[in-house]
């Protein structure tokens, strides 16, 4: 009975596409042990480079930048998508405005950025188009502002000195596209013609060009370094030689095109462009912090007893913090597949279960998120990863995953699970109209609040822009919602106080799915209290 359904098997297998045939090369090439060996040579590579302008603070573009050098190494991170660099999707978002990186880079004389790809490129597309689209967005922006004081007479020593003077002459200063070379004419050229479109936009959502042009005495400029990058070391340029602010971009993987074979002292594993991208797929719960405290162990562990390894690392890290009442999901990773596309184990999802717990094993968690204080305003928002709240009076939970201990009465503790967009495109707008009650409540009296979600980047920022947008004014003052009902709501408003939001919770990330929702209930909850009125 059994040689009948082997004929099926054989004959399928015979006439696999070239597809099919591709994935499960691909498959055999993408293990974790490889993508591990990729990442920390391509890591050499990158403090190879980093060497060569040690004044200069490292930044990590989110979130494959991260896995390329010890967290220690880095000054700050930003978030440039290579989707705003697409051919004919180009744009500048007010969403991810990364002031905070500007700033650095005038105060430090300029930043180096990390970053990589998987497709085959020398560059993301977020190094090649993203990146100089916002460079010179935030030239233009400085330089027009500049040229407006000029004309009023109202330039103040403060914000030019002596050093900077020839720089910030409107003839001298930079505001031109510095795209690289690869991109072509007509491309470049499409992108010039809505610099000026972008520049407007910037300008009208209230970010604080004022500071920009005190820290930035010299135009923003981006320079390119990949692996086949050639620097004479004896002509490695000061930083002061150069007439703009650099911002060197570092694409930490080589531009193969294909995985390649490579040899080290005992095993034989395949390289990976790009390989800390899209970490969901293949790190199965292991983090940038926890790769570099165990790298070691983990790249002698070689192919075969990597994936254990891990799972024991993950694992113990989980219950080290699950010891001391830490934020500390279980991970669930997909069940691996043999090289014959056979599972493992049986089709369910696979748990890391606990290991015994070293106690004199000191556990290295991933950096500690911060609290960040919007203003003035006694609200807060952070990541549920926070081991303790400072300072705060009342915490808004919107976090699906993690129930944080609590001996707090109702008007001091609230818990919504909201999910992302992807998730449930609803749960956001269903849970809005809760968390600006419970705000209200707690502002009225005076309390500070805390709005806290998974990663502190995108739901809680979403919730504390609904808070603001709602029961402020445009000055910063609670006004217990009156100013709302006077004022239009648009996109351009509420794009405003996200900016505000951004200046002091600089991780901030809000997705467009969750923006939408947003927006979506405020125009709601406008109508509403009209008809109530």
Known sequence: MAAPAAEPAAEQSATMSIYKAARRIKRRASTLYNALRSVAEDAAF????????????????????????PPRDFNATCYFKSTDGHAGNWSFSTARLNLHLALLAGDRGGCIIIDSTRRGKRFPDSMSKTIPIWCCVLNRAVERYRLRAIQKGRESSAMLNRDAENNSCPSN????????????????????????????????????????????????????????????????????????????????????????????????????????????????????????????????????????????????????????????????????????????NDDRTSYMWPVKLDPTDTQCSDNVPLLFWIGTLNLAVSSTLQDAFVGVDCILNCDSTSKLPSNSSENSYLELSIVGSKDDRFSLMKNLSKAIDFAKRNLVAERKILVCCQNGEDISICVALAIVTLLFDDNGCFDYGNSFMKRDITKLEMRKRLVFICKFAVNARPSRGNLKQVYGFLCNEKERLSHLA
């Open 173 to 344: 200063w930079d505001s031109s596209v510095h795209l690289p070379v690869w991109v072509l004419d007509t491309e470049k050229n499409a992108v010039e013609g809505r610099i000026e479109e972008w520049t407007d936009q910037f300008e009208l959502c209230g970010a604080d060009i004022h500071s920009l042009a005190i820290k930035l005495q010299k135009p923003l400029r981006p320079l390119w370094i990949s692996q086949r990058t050639r620097i004479w070391l004896n002509e490695v340029p000061e930083l002061d030689s150069w007439d703009f602010t650099p911002i060197i971009l570092i694409s930490a993987s080589a531009s193969d095109a294909f995985s390649t074979q490579r040899m080290s002292s005992e095993f034989s594993w395949q390289y990976i462009p790009g390989a800390g991208d899209d970490e969901e797929s293949w790190a199965r719960g292991l983090t940038p912090t926890l790769f570099w405290k165990h790298k070691y162990e983990l790249l002698d562990a070689g192919p075969d007893h990597c994936n254990q390894l891990v799972a024991d690392i993950v694992e113990k890290d989980r219950v080290y913090h699950a010891q001391r009442g830490e934020h500390s999901p279980q991970i669930a990773a997909k069940p691996l597949k043999s090289h014959d596309d056979v599972k493992c």
């Open 46 to 69: 990158v403090a190879e480079v980093a060497a060569l302008w040690p004044a200069l603070p490292l930044v990590a573009n989110l979130r494959c930048g991260l896995w390329y050098a």
